[in-house]
């Protein structure tokens, strides 16, 4: 379809068949580069839709289009680390928009294998997703970044309308916006937002994807064994399988009970505040499973400072910085960390939370009897010992410096 | 009943009416003291159960029997100040044997009405309540610590058989231990421990007590606002209420609803691994409701740090620093952060969890238009410069030190 | 000089009388300002430079010039805070070009004063105090930033050759720039870079400032007693005097000894690594003082949190968030941790490093004898029990999950 | 000396000719057990001291007296790790008494080559080396701890004189106690305590030991080139040497100008505060140079967050936690993030402080000119942007929910 030239430039451009990647297309080739489109399949579409951005790239005139699977990539270098980590985005949030991140390190990937240093995203310049795209890129390399949406804001205001108009007159056809909330799907969840979720209020019912909603949850509760190797799921209820497919599966089986929706307002990189709502069944089970076993096997100091590197884990990975060095020393001492972490966890659920019912591990911190007995018993004396000395100085603070009590207030 | 004389040393006791502290009084007597049995109503007995404590006590041989209500202080000292931090031991438990504080605060009181030093508890050495009730004392006062349960662990090991055995020569009568847990209810919630729960293991159906089984969660979903004024629940559907008086109403309704269970093993100060099921629908309602409202009003840098103020917070009630220095100052942190969380939450719950589904407050922090266009909004030019200069250090790192990419692992 | 009329717009301009806020005088005027010029002497100059600058404004044609002395309110929000917090930026560095939220702060009060929402300044666009200046306007209200120098970089690179001309275009000298560091001087202390600095080589002779160099080292040992109450230093050698000429005179007499210098390279707000020599007797003095009375006063638990909170005050102070909502809060810790900060501390200097030899205060955290024997002293069997239990978590995992030993290597 | 049979226990002793574990030996003797006696060498003493400390093992009965040198585990596992966090404790003392790890080690592989599971250390119950001794034995295996100089405090106040008694009937000389100071020395540096100290006066000219007092500084300043290689220091002035000859060159140079010398109190352990002289000139050396190295090197996000890693390493190591799997993780953290730690710092010092005057490395995080020119530089409209969004959250606080300014108090 496009008249490609040896003296053409060539960039790879993240496709995924929406309005806005549509739009680059085109936009690209007028300024004279050959498109590659990169799909990468995160876990957000089925076959036909797959089979719809293929056709939708052709049409479009790219030179190429290529379809990656993420998945894999996905859960090594998102999944594991973050349920390992076990922290949360303000406590709240568990990063699902993170597989920007492997369509970037992919898509220059692919920018290598094509002899090009240009890369082309869509994303615009109101999002925090341009941040994750761009830092990604300077991270990885030097190259160039083309963002034909972010250029068009430079002057047009009603950018969507001026992209739907410039794509009709080519000729393209643009599927028509009807969907109420901006929703995006890929293996780790569901996020939805826009709308009167904007506006604090409460969310409509289409918002509810992956979870089922209530009136629907199984009568029967549900259990589910999930096993971890040095603190990575490899089992599900005995059954050896591949890392996403244990994903989906807890997806599915989780999902069914509502398990793992939430709603929560960020702050964003930009600054500002992004309400959402969120549902992630699997990763809420495999983060629930995990902790529990953690819990029991790593030393007080261990879980005592350990929420800190994965704090800064995470905040690290909301913010665009991926392939930031420090990610790589936080990661280091994860990984430490987890030397002992094997086990089995049953998590239940009868709907909307899941709870971990049950652990096994021959590595969780008990004494096992007179074996132990003259380092891990105590008597009453000792424990007396103890209180005094581990409160000495509050005591000796007390009696030299004493405060007003608060019945004396 | 008791022979007390004038030149008889004075104790108050901490007093729950179980098997430990009663055996204390006649103990204490022998020793020469006078008894003054406390009993601080921290919300986990009925009228019935309030009579028989102080009967008991009198049956016993104290002096004098004491009791106050604790929830006011409970509200004020532990609920206030956890639900503004927000953060819970562990990253799960929210501390619900905090009242021991106020029991321990409420007898030192009472030791300087009544013109004594000494104080007494039925703390055994094997606990980690014991912490908190002699940390207590000392960081209030220079007090002496009568803990006879402690002092018969000197020479006895079979100590609840050695106390029933003691009691009933005295011809006191022994209420035989039917309870398959260890349950403790208060209105902060209740925890149950023993038995399988000790073991890892599923807990049974008698672990359910404040939370209903989901068998008989209502089929309407439940929503309640509650409003907030510098962070401090005041009103429950519009109607203002003392605080102690929101706490029991969400007990209630939430925990119909079986919301705020959970299971956790948690690193004690005592240095082994304690595992507990336990219950808190209301402190879960409060906590989530408040998030929800800091989320949307406090800066990103705020939202950022004050999770750790809260984390120390957290730690040092749980390991016995109620009256630490440091607490006052955590304290005086989390006031001054709460200057503008103000304004209303509804929660919805269709069970098992609590989703704070609509925020309204003036204080929300979003642009309210045209009035604030030159400071809060900007360009995609702009917003590219900020991208590039946030991640300077990461880019130049990338250029001068590069590390092998993932996909060239 | 300037011919001011009733419609024209007033700004309010930051003036340093250097290069680049004069050309901002006649460039605003250009631009329809009437320019009223401000100086906050913030103790960098002698009073034959403030009469300079005076004149310099009126001859490049002020409507009007005023100045002020940021010495106390320097001190009061900077030094007290930084002192009573007692941590440095990236461990080494003392914040000294704070006074730029001073001048902000007084200059947006003049606007408030002349009726006028226009604030200028002269920073570049490549720069750091570009960050502080913006930020803490922003932060105080809703004004416009006028930033000329910045404007002007839009289309030209060279700028202050660009600038240059243009003033002697106008007719007004330029005094030439001999200076090889960029030199900065103020109550706080000296900061200079640029030249080999720059290329991490070791600094020139011209860099020592307010420190004396080691050749002329007083050959006698300096003894100095600061006095705080709760965190504020009130007394030098026994004098009352206020803060600012405390710390006047320590910068003099610390100074002549070569106390406090440093060389340090900091990453920037812009993101870029900047290093530069520092000079501050006074403020090392304080903060060494200081440290000596907290860590005798201040309990383990404070001790060991206190310098997170300071930290992040430091940083958020460094990056340009003086008026933060999260520095209030910080400092409602800090001032909360001070209340017992009260004493004398003796500091010692034969050259090059001071010494805390010396703390007087009733404060301190020792056992005063008897008095306190219950609950201060222990045996060596309470000891035994204390480690053992402060242990128990890192010996039980020894035990159920033996690592390597390094012997074992 | 001692009739050694098949059936005696045998017990390694730490034993360094001081009177508490000169007693141990007869002591240890008389209770049945064949005492081995270890003298790991750190550093603080000479040929005739050791040649002493051997021949009092066996005028004691030792049956067997080992000595080894711990100077290249001192550098490895003490030296390195503490120079690569760059942190002390309290932000000031560098943990100069963590020989006490390699004694309790090569002890337990000494338990190991002889057959015994008994260890025996002189340690008393009152001071914090005793949690380093039992900690390290109880997170190295299962091994009896025999402390005779704690056992004999269970019944005796007066322990010194007890233990001088006893030998002395014994007919074992005991040297007077003369020094003023209990001071220790080795490797890593010297601290001192006692007399008017512990009053919190100036300590005496017998506490200058490593560093020479100012009036002998040299009159020319000293410049010192140290080599890194991925954080650890392999060579002195171009010179490659072992580690701990590096660190004793580094003693006596800097020593000679003072540097490393400093007063401060701690928190100790055992909750009583501590108030020591130290000196470390070549540690002092070390961290100065290796901070301005990683000043230079590491990303912004790096040296924000490693601190807290390497604060929490050195809480460990200060508090007995030596073998603690949470040390393993953290210097996890701490290895990877020296992956480009390497080059040349110049130390500068003319005494009492010594200054990185110039950092030589090909890692240094600078623009090398127009090869990055994209992705590295800005213009003055994206630093308005970065400011603009960088700031957002603080400005839209200011513009919803505005605080009062200083200004307007």
């Given at each position: 379809m496009s008249q490609s030239t040896a003296s053409n430039k060539k960039v790879v451009l993240a496709f995924s068949g929406g309005l806005d990647t549509s739009f680059c297309v085109p936009y690209l080739r007028e300024r004279g580069y050959d498109v590659i489109t990169l799909f990468?399949?995160?876990?957000?579409?089925?076959d036909a839709e797959r089979a719809y951005i293929e056709q939708r790239a052709r049409d479009l005139g790219a030179v190429e289009h290529v379809t990656e699977s993420g998945a894999q990539p996905i859960w090594d270098d998102v999944v594991v680390p973050l349920v390992i980590g076990g922290?949360?985005?303000?406590?709240?949030?568990?990063?699902?928009?993170?597989d920007r991140y492997i369509i970037v390190e992919r898509a220059l990937a692919l920018c290598d294998a094509r002899g090009t240093r240009v890369f082309a995203h869509g994303c615009?310049?109101?999002?925090?997703d341009q941040v994750r795209f761009d830092q990604t890129v300077r991270s990885l390399g030097d190259y160039d970044i083309v963002a034909p949406i972010r250029d068009i804001q430079h002057q047009h205001h009603a950018v969507r309308a001026y992209e739907a108009e410039y794509l009709q007159k080519l000729g393209h056809h643009v599927r028509p916006k009807t969907a109420k909330y901006s929703i995006n799907v890929n293996l780790l969840g569901v996020t939805a937002s826009g709308s009167e979720i904007d506006e604090f209020q409460a969310p409509g019912p289409e918002t509810w994807q992956m979870c089922a909603r209530p009136e629907s949850w199984p009568k029967q509760p549900l259990r589910v064994d999930i096993e971890f190797e040095r603190g990575v799921a490899v089992k599900l209820d005995g059954e050896a399988m591949p890392g996403p497919e244990i994903l989906r599966r807890l997806n599915e089986r989780l999902g069914a009970y509502g398990v793992g929706r939430n709603i929560y307002t960020g702050d964003t990189t930009i600054g500002l505040k992004g309400r959402i709502v969120f549902e992630c069944p699997g990763i809420t089970g495999l983060m629930t499973a995990h902790r529990a076993l953690e819990e029991a096997i790593l030393t007080a100091h261990q879980n005592g400072f350990k929420p800190l590197v994965a704090k800064k884990w995470v905040e690290l990975v909301y913010r665009g910085?991926?392939?930031?060095?420090l990610k790589d020393d936080l990661e280091a001492f994860l990984r430490s960390s987890?030397?002992?972490?094997s086990g089995i966890v049953t998590l239940e659920t009868a709907g909307g939370v899941v709870t971990p019912v049950a652990v096994r591990s021959e590595?969780?911190?008990?004494?096992?009897?007179?074996?132990y007995a003259q380092s891990a018993d105590w008597d009453a004396r000792e424990a007396e010992g103890f209180i005094k000395l581990l409160g000495m100085s509050s005591t000796l603070s007390a009696r030299v410096n004493p405060r007003r009590r608060p019945g004396q207030r």
């Open positions: 990468v399949d995160t876990g957000g579409v089925d922290q949360l985005y303000q406590d709240v949030y568990p990063l699902l928009v993170s615009t310049g109101m999002g925090n910085f991926f392939f930031e060095p987890q030397t002992f972490v590595h969780i911190l008990r004494n096992k009897g007179a074996v």
